[in-house]
Nanobody, 115 residues
Framework: VQLQASGGGLVQAGDSLRLSCAVS?????VGWFRQAPGKEREFLAR????????YYSNSVEGRFTISRDNTKNLVYLQMNSLKVEDTALYYC????????????WGQGTQVTVSS
């Protein structure tokens, strides 16, 4: 399984940004995470590959939306109403089975939100 995240950039508070994760190989779940400097990695959202079921952390539910393009093997993270505290390195990751951990990670894409 290989993943490649893209779409990060520098935006202003209140703006929107969509991240993409290109996925190759068979996966069960793809998730998005982020890590800000000096902080632990934080889970944001995940989508089950087979049935598109989604789940969000409380910190982003209602602002971020995870989705999947079945024709392109892409997983998106639509981020709206961005805040300065959303600044972080964003990663996508995959689990290959229901009980496995996130063993496969993309390289990360930087999102910087200015005030």
């Amino acid at each position: 399984v290989q993943l490649q995240a893209s779409g990060g950039g520098l935006v202003q508070a209140g703006d929107s940004l969509r991240l993409s994760c290109a996925v190759s190989g068979r996966t069960y779940v793809v998730g998005w995470f982020r890590q800000a400097p000096g902080k632990e990695r934080e889970f944001l959202a995940r989508i089950i590959w087979s049935d598109f079921t989604t789940y969000y952390s409380n910190s982003v539910e209602g602002r971020f939306t995870i989705s999947r393009d079945n024709t392109k093997n892409l997983v998106y993270l639509q981020m709206n109403s961005l805040k300065v505290e959303d600044t972080a390195l964003y990663y996508c990751a995959a689990r290959t089975h229901m009980s496995s951990s996130y063993a496969y990670w993309g390289q990360g894409t930087q999102v910087t939100v200015s005030s």
